[in-house]
Structures are given as structure tokens and as C-alpha cells.
Nanobody, 123 residues
């Protein structure tokens, strides 16, 4: 059974930084990748970033390019999301997910999700 455990959320002032972690277990991930999505109250779950386990290829939402960095530690089966220059509009619950198939940009392509971690950015 796949388990994803997220950590690292919190409250930060605008312009600050946070690092999220997502530890994965229960599957061999080398043939695919994992992504971060976020969901604000009353809104859909939106794509943030993706990384492929083997190639290290990354993709980002336009709204976070240049501010967020996704990276992985293969030995620990853990992905990270370093978030710099945070803005109030980054406030959301952040989820990591394992991509099964299809476009990395769509939540429907993911089959397992973590429990989510709250990120709140104050102005």
C-alpha cells in the first residue's frame, strides 16, 4: 500500500520561505514521478510542480516559476518543495501525489495523495 506523508507547512509572512517534504513508501517509483498540488478554500486542486524520479525532469506552474523548486532524494524516497518569495495567494493546503499515467499537470493523473499540509502566507 502506498503511503505519502507530508510535512513542513506553516504560517509565514509574505516574502518568506518554507520547505515541504513528502516521504513515499509502498511502491517502486523509478518509472514515474510525483507532484505537488494545492487547493485553496472553495477552489479546485491546482498543479504546482512535478518531478520524475529517474530523469529528474521538472515542470512548474507559471505562477510559481522562479520562486518554487521541486527536488528529490531517491535514497529516501522523498520529494521536497522549496518555496521562496511567498505571497498571500500561495495560501492553500498543499498535497503531494504519485503520478500513475497521463499528463503531470492534471490531478486525475495521480492515484495516491498525501493528507495535505497547510501553508498560510500573511500580508
Amino acid at each position: 500500500q502506498v503511503q505519502l506523508v507530508e510535512s513542513g507547512g506553516g504560517l509565514v509572512q509574505a516574502g518568506g520561505s518554507l520547505r515541504l517534504s513528502c516521504a513515499a513508501s509502498g511502491r517502486t517509483f523509478s518509472d514515474n514521478g510525483m507532484g505537488w498540488f494545492r487547493q485553496a478554500p472553495g477552489k479546485e486542486r491546482d498543479f504546482v510542480a512535478y518531478i520524475h524520479w529517474s530523469t529528474g525532469n521538472t515542470y512548474y506552474a507559471e505562477s510559481v516559476k522562479g520562486r518554487f523548486t521541486i527536488y528529490r532524494d531517491n535514497a529516501k524516497n522523498t520529494i521536497y518543495l522549496k518555496m521562496n518569495s511567498l505571497k498571500p495567494e500561495d495560501t492553500a493546503v498543499y498535497y503531494c501525489g504519485t503520478r500513475l499515467s497521463g499528463s503531470a499537470y492534471y490531478s486525475e493523473s495521480y492515484d495516491y495523495w498525501g493528507q495535505g499540509t497547510q501553508v498560510t502566507v500573511s500580508s
